[in-house]
């Protein structure tokens, strides 16, 4: 747990509200453990039965670093309360209030001490009309800010989240669903100025039938969400953006001889505001998507599969999903990409450890006013090997050419190569994987990408080893500056009571700026398409030990996460490093807790010195069961 300055300290007391409702409920528990021997479970009235049990610690810390420096005796806890009233298919809740942890990371010290309460109720679930409520509001606590495929950067903040969710399921009757989701926060980077503040609301409406045969669905949504950011991780000014969009549609499906048809229809709109002044833009957008498809089995060997599509704006679609989570539109262009394709795809099963694969792919593009067609096809086979030498390998390998209306474009192939296997004592596993000319999403671009992977495990005796590795690369670029890649690995060793481990990840790519981290985006619009993106490159890497001996616990770890980001302004670099330490000594329902954290996280765009916390903490905490 984070051991508080003095002006933290103070924030806290101004939330005295969640601080004394759970002080007064750990006073409570307290008396009802004195006062009376615990039972199974309690009954008020006659028809609400609950469960109670949490635990309560106590104890000192102090901290010191750029914030301040404060110290003294610290009171803390979590309960959890379930029960039901008249019965659990009626009306079934459950509250978890905490004070002064991390729900995070609750074993050990952690940046931040966390305040808030978690609570659900089920209603009405043994009838025609269910429903779920869920509310969460945590304060100070500790997070990440994104960085795609590795550790991003350590966030403190508040935020509160509302779920509702209500169906009505009449017998003979269309299904309704309704979903409402409303979550909000404010979130600050150690190491930087300026907070972030977020606000979003979202609502769902589905509904389904079936009559005569056929499978019909509809569907209706909206969300809305407004944010703030500083700009502190590129060097700008402050973003002020907000967007909305709408979606609305339906399907329909029914069995065909031999095999199933479906269509489905959807229509969206978007709408973006935001105010920088490097790249001030406000923009809007609509897309009606229609795609239908059909799947048969001609034989007991042969299955085919056909499907046609159509989008009027298919970078709208794209655009879309970005500003609904928060982010900027970041194409500079709002001219409609509208775009219509087939697909058919063949197998072909000449036994149960072989088969083959066509396919056959055509799609007409209209992007910036330019008119392009694009056709490929392609086949492949696949067989799974059952040798002794090979146990356990499994491969898919094809190829493919691509062609347009200037000619062909090239030929590309595609492999996928599995092994997984035990022997001597050894678990194996690998993969790799290669795609080329797959890319469909605006046409059928000239693009590839691989993929590989790997684990193993042994064990010596009473020495259990293990390692792992993974990464994803672009291959060739359709245009240069559009290549991402991501690697990680990690290993492990254990020894009776001792354990050690280490990992490490590093990625790199094009992404959008949105509250929440960075949101990575496909590479078939690198510049000048883009405006407002940004290309990052992150490494992060730590380690731990820990010994393990009767009812001592002792471990430490150190992790250190470092981000450099590439803006129109130019190039900033982050850093992050901790340092945790803890022991813990168990007698009964007693524990005893120690620890020691330090925390560095520097902000490169900000100007300002590196944020240091250097916190310990020694204290007590029992269990209890209350009822």
Same mark, same amino acid.
């Given at each position: 747990m984070?051991?508080?300055?003095?002006?933290?300290?103070?924030?806290?007391?101004r939330?005295?509200?969640?601080?004394?409702?759970?002080?007064?409920?750990?006073?409570?528990?307290?008396?009802?453990?004195?006062?009376?021997?615990?039972?199974?479970?309690?009954?008020?009235?006659?028809?609400?039965?609950?469960?109670?049990?949490?635990?309560?610690s106590?104890?000192?810390?102090?901290?010191?670093?750029?914030?301040?420096s404060?110290?003294?005796?610290?009171?803390?806890?979590?309960?959890?309360?379930?029960?039901?009233?008249?019965?659990?298919?009626f009306?079934?809740?459950?509250?978890?209030?905490?004070?002064?942890?991390?729900?995070?990371?609750?074993?050990f010290?952690?940046?931040?001490?966390?305040?808030?309460?978690?609570?659900s109720?089920?209603?009405?679930?043994?009838?025609?009309?269910?429903g779920t409520?869920?509310?969460?509001?945590?304060?100070?606590?500790?997070g990440?800010?994104?960085?795609?495929?590795?550790?991003?950067?350590?966030?403190?903040?508040?935020?509160?989240?509302?779920?509702?969710?209500?169906?009505?399921?009449?017998?003979?009757?269309?299904?309704?669903?309704?979903?409402?989701?409303?979550?909000?926060?404010?979130?600050?980077?150690?190491?930087?100025?300026?907070?972030?503040?977020?606000?979003?609301?979202?609502?769902?409406?589905?509904?389904?039938y079936?009559?005569?045969?056929?499978?019909?669905?509809?569907?209706?949504?909206?969300?809305?969400?407004?944010?703030?950011s500083?700009?502190?991780?590129?060097?700008?000014?402050?973003?002020?953006?907000?967007?909305?969009?709408?979606?609305?549609?339906?399907?329909?499906?029914?069995?065909?001889?031999?095999?199933y048809?479906?269509?489905?229809?959807?229509?969206?709109?978007?709408?973006?505001?935001?105010?920088n002044?490097?790249?001030?833009?406000s923009?809007s957008?609509?897309n009606?998507?229609?795609?239908?498809?059909?799947?048969?089995?001609?034989?007991?060997?042969?299955?085919?599969?056909?499907?046609?599509?159509?989008?009027?704006n298919?970078?709208?679609?794209?655009?879309?999903?970005?500003?609904?989570?928060g982010?900027?539109?970041?194409?500079?262009?709002?001219?409609?990409?509208?775009?219509?394709?087939?697909?058919?795809?063949?197998?072909?099963?000449f036994s149960?450890?072989?088969?083959?694969?066509?396919?056959?792919?055509?799609?007409?593009?209209?992007?910036?006013?330019?008119?392009?067609?694009?056709?490929?096809?392609?086949?492949?086979?696949?067989?799974?090997?059952?040798?002794?030498?090979?146990?356990?390998?499994?491969?898919?390998?094809?190829?493919?050419? $691509?062609?347009?209306k200037?000619?062909?474009?090239?030929?590309?192939?595609?492999?996928?190569?599995?092994?997984?296997?035990?022997?001597?004592?050894?678990?194996?596993?690998?993969?790799?994987?290669?795609?080329?000319?797959?890319? $469909?999403?605006?046409?059928?671009?000239?693009?590839?990408?691989?993929?590989?992977?790997?684990?193993?495990?042994?064990?010596?005796?009473?020495?259990h080893?293990?390692?792992?590795?993974?990464?994803?690369?672009?291959?060739?670029e359709?245009?240069?500056?559009?290549?991402?890649?991501?690697?990680?690995?990690?290993?492990?060793?254990?020894?009776?009571?001792?354990?050690?481990?280490?990992t490490?990840?590093?990625s790199?790519?094009?992404?959008?700026?949105?509250?929440q981290?960075?949101?990575s985006?496909? $590479?078939?619009?690198?510049?000048?398409?883009?405006?407002?993106?940004?290309?990052?490159?992150?490494?992060?890497?730590?380690?731990?030990?820990?010994?393990?001996?009767?009812?001592?616990?002792?471990?430490?770890?150190?992790n250190?996460?470092?981000?450099?980001?590439?803006?129109?302004?130019?190039?900033?670099?982050?850093?992050?490093?901790?340092?945790?330490?803890?022991?813990?000594?168990?007698?009964?329902?007693?524990?005893?807790?120690?620890?020691?954290?330090?925390?560095q996280?520097?902000?490169?765009?900000?100007g300002?010195?590196?944020?240091?916390?250097?916190?310990?903490?020694?204290?007590?905490?029992?269990w209890?069961?209350?009822?």
């Amino acid at each position: 747990m984070k051991r508080r300055t003095s002006s933290a300290r103070e924030t806290r007391d101004r939330r005295s509200p969640a601080a004394w409702i759970f002080a007064a409920g750990c006073a409570v528990a307290v008396l009802l453990i004195v006062s009376h021997p615990a039972a199974a479970q309690v009954t008020v009235g006659e028809d609400v039965k609950m469960n109670l049990a949490g635990d309560l610690s106590a104890g000192y810390n102090g901290s010191y670093g750029t914030q301040g420096s404060g110290h003294g005796f610290t009171l803390g806890g979590n309960a959890s309360l379930n029960g039901f009233y008249y019965n659990p298919q009626f009306i079934n809740f459950q509250v978890e209030p905490y004070y002064n942890r991390s729900q995070a990371n609750s074993a050990f010290q952690s940046i931040t001490d966390s305040s808030g309460v978690i609570a659900s109720a089920s209603l009405f679930s043994g009838s025609h009309f269910p429903g779920t409520v869920s509310f969460q509001k945590t304060y100070d606590s500790t997070g990440q800010f994104g960085v795609p495929g590795t550790t991003g950067l350590t966030t403190s903040g508040s935020q509160q989240a509302l779920t509702l969710n209500w169906s009505a399921l009449i017998p003979d009757w269309p299904t309704l669903q309704v979903l409402f989701i409303a979550n909000g926060g404010n979130v600050s980077i150690p190491g930087a100025k300026g907070e972030s503040h977020t606000n979003s609301k979202t609502i769902g409406l589905n509904s389904s039938y079936r009559v005569r045969g056929f499978q019909l669905s509809g569907h209706y949504g909206h969300g809305w969400n407004h944010s703030e950011s500083p700009g502190f991780l590129v060097g700008e000014e402050g973003t002020d953006s907000g967007g909305g969009s709408n979606y609305f549609g339906g399907s329909v499906g029914h069995a065909i001889p031999k095999g199933y048809w479906s269509l489905q229809a959807t229509h969206s709109n978007f709408e973006s505001d935001s105010r920088n002044p490097a790249f001030a833009d406000s923009s809007s957008g609509s897309n009606t998507a229609l795609n239908t498809s059909a799947s048969f089995h001609l034989m007991p060997r042969l299955g085919l599969g056909v499907d046609a599509d159509y989008q009027t704006n298919a970078l709208g679609a794209l655009e879309q999903q970005i500003v609904e989570a928060g982010g900027s539109n970041p194409f500079r262009y709002a001219q409609d990409g509208h775009s219509y394709g087939v697909h058919a795809t063949a197998q072909y099963s000449f036994s149960h450890w072989i088969y083959a694969t066509g396919s056959f792919s055509h799609r007409e593009l209209t992007f910036l006013g330019q008119h392009n067609s694009y056709t490929q096809y392609g086949g492949g086979i696949s067989t799974n090997f059952s040798k002794t030498l090979l146990r356990g390998l499994t491969f898919f390998v094809g190829a493919n050419d $691509t062609a347009s209306k200037e000619g062909n474009d090239g030929a590309g192939m595609f492999a996928n190569v599995n092994y997984d296997r035990r022997f001597s004592g050894w678990d194996v596993s690998s993969s790799f994987n290669y795609s080329q000319s797959v890319q $469909t999403l605006f046409g059928i671009y000239t693009t590839s990408s691989y993929g590989y992977g790997g684990g193993v495990k042994r064990k010596f005796g009473e020495l259990h080893w293990g390692a792992g590795f993974g990464g994803q690369h672009s291959g060739l670029e359709r245009l240069a500056g559009s290549s991402s890649h991501s690697e990680s690995g990690s290993t492990f060793l254990q020894f009776r009571r001792f354990n050690v481990n280490a990992t490490y990840s590093q990625s790199s790519g094009i992404s959008v700026l949105t509250p929440q981290g960075l949101v990575s985006i496909p $590479t078939i619009a690198p510049p000048p398409v883009l405006a407002n993106f940004l290309l990052y490159d992150g490494r992060g890497y730590g380690g731990g030990v820990g010994v393990f001996y009767k009812r001592l616990t002792m471990n430490a770890s150190y992790n250190r996460a470092i981000s450099g980001l590439t803006a129109p302004s130019g190039l900033t670099a982050n850093g992050s490093t901790t340092y945790n330490a803890r022991l813990q000594y168990r007698v009964r329902k007693m524990y005893f807790d120690a620890g020691f954290t330090r925390f560095q996280q520097s902000i490169g765009a900000s100007g300002s010195p590196p944020a240091v916390l250097n916190s310990f903490y020694a204290g007590f905490s029992r269990w209890f069961n209350v009822f």
